[in-house]
């Protein structure tokens, strides 16, 4: 599942999941619409706060 897709299906706002993981809402935002990949540290934090639903390989667009 993709970023974007979790935030749509969870009715989850970028400023609200940035608050949420105490995360700068400009750099998610680029995340979200200019395929900016997070840092290693940020992702682990998505990747633990989607319970795994968004992985690192989703950003890289790989599919497995």
Do not use: H
């Not at 989850?12 to 105490?22: H, T």
């Amino acid at each position: 599942m993709t970023f974007n897709e979790f935030l749509v299906q969870e009715r989850w706002s970028v400023a609200r999941f940035c608050k949420e993981l105490n995360l700068n809402e400009a750099t998610v935002t680029k995340w979200k619409y200019e395929g900016v990949i997070p840092r290693k540290e940020d992702m682990i934090k998505v990747y633990k706060f989607t319970k795994g639903k968004v992985q690192p390989n989703d950003f890289y667009g790989i599919n497995q």
